[in-house]
């Protein structure tokens, strides 16, 4: 239930919050008063996961979940004038593209669907928003083949090019490369020195534009801290919020041994592939083997293979049939199954978050890890409940057990799958850009974890990620993917 009244306008003032409260579950609520931003001003609202950020972001659009409705707000004035992309909008969009997918009847069997610039639009302002965020390259690629941070750019010069009075930005620089969330971060900045009112949902990082004017700090739900950049950064409020605590386990739960599999031999042996879609060619000539007691990180731009690589290995991705690629001794293609292969893994990634769309409890989801399924179709043990439960308490989650895992935040829901891939320790884990979605805390929490599975256990790790933030001890490897005339080439080399 919401109560209060929240205003826009656009002479001004741009946003007055006089007071609002939404409960978001059964012990928390959204609760914040007397929050006003002017009519050219930018504001950073930062906060832990679940804390209502992206829910005060839906507000302020006016769009909102099914436990409201229009009626709840008063005063909400042109919210066509107000554009917002976040993972619920990128969901939206690519899943417009799913549900219109006509392959069954395309020529070659494949229906592309739109182009990233059918997806931005044409208009008057598309050509300099495209520019600003240097994706020329992109307008002509199908959009749903897009990597997961080619995907937020293509969305973020769409609401540029849409000349907004109000930009809301939900965690715009996940997924993102390097390169490129420098660009965005310098794009940003323009704007708002141009008098763009930009509002970004975000956890406080390096590469946040320095110009924003006005920090609002979430604590449970609650207004902790709202004042200008400076003065925010410099309270003690703000300090005590972001001292950052791990807390590790004595033991792991138990997990499987396989016995049966040959510590000699590569896990992954990979000869010559080749990948392309629709002409676009991925990489050539990939060399590469996986072996025993090895950690690899793969580097690289959006869009050069990184995740593709993963998925040949997998079992995801059809084009691994025809290629020399040899999964823990035996071949593809002779007669494996997928189960046979995702026994090994554990996973975690932007297309298996957007994927797991099981009507499911938060036990049911990660117990669903031991039997490889999105959802939970099987009988579980009660030694799987036992460890599924170790996993939740040591992440925090204890009490969301039997809540809906749909209901739950995007950043909760992260956490939810990381448990899921990881519960029965996998032989090999996964994990493509594991932290998009956890604030500070969990991330720190979440990668000390994975350094200590990987000395306590017999878990390899395969690690992708474009955040600085995001540093593991364990790598023994990197897999770098540079930029050539036709396509991309790879180097590998040892860390230590």
Known sequence: MLIGKLTLNYQTTMLSINEVSIALDDQRSLILKNLQLQDGESLLICGDNACGKSLLGQLIKG???????????????????????????????????????????AEGGIDWGRTALEVIGESEHSHAAIEMLGIESLLDKPFKVLSTG????????KAIAAKPQLLILDEPFAGLDIGSQQRLSRALSTLIT????????????????????????????????????????????????NKIE??????????????HIDMTQAFASLKHVKVSYDDNLVFDALNWNFMPNQHWRLAGPNGCGKSTLLSLI??????????????????RGTG??????????????AQFHRDYRASTSVLGAIV????????????????????????????????????PFSQLSYGEQRLVLIARAVVKLPLILILDE???GLDNHHRAQVLALIDYITRHSKTHVLFVSHDSRDKLECLTHQLDFLPSDNGFTIQQHQLK
């Not at 997998?314 to 071949?331: E, S």
Request: aromatic residues 10%; glycine residues 4%; hydrophobic residues 35%.
């Open 63 to 105: 769009e909102f979940s099914q436990s409201f409705t229009a009626s709840d707000i008063i005063n909400i004035d042109s919210p066509s004038t107000i554009e917002l992309i976040s993972f619920d909008v990128e969901e939206a969009i690519l899943a417009f593209d799913r549900y219109n997918d006509d392959s069954e009847y």
């Open 150 to 157: 080619q995907v937020r750019k293509v969305l973020l010069a």
């Open 194 to 241: 141009a008098g763009q009112s930009i509002i970004i949902i975000d956890f406080f990082h390096q590469e946040l534009p320095k110009n924003i004017e006005k920090i609002l700090l979430l604590d449970n739900g609650k207004n902790a801290i709202f004042d200008t950049r400076e003065k925010v950064l410099n309270s003690s409020i703000w300090q005590q919020h």
């Open 246 to 259: 791990v807390r590790l386990p004595h033991h792991l739960p138990d997990c499987h041994h396989y016995e």
């Open 314 to 331: 997998n079992g995801d991705n059809p084009k691994a049939y025809g290629q020399d690629i040899t999964l823990f001794g035996r071949k």
């Open 336 to 349: 494996e199954t997928v189960w046979d292969i995702k026994r090994h893994y554990g996973l975690i990634s």
């Open 368 to 403: 669903s890890g031991f039997f490889d399924t999105i959802g939970l179709y099987d009988t579980p043990t009660d030694t799987q409940i036992e460890i599924a439960e170790q996993w939740l308490e040591l992440l925090g989650l204890s009490s969301l057990a039997k809540q």
């Open 434 to 436: 594991p932290c998009l």
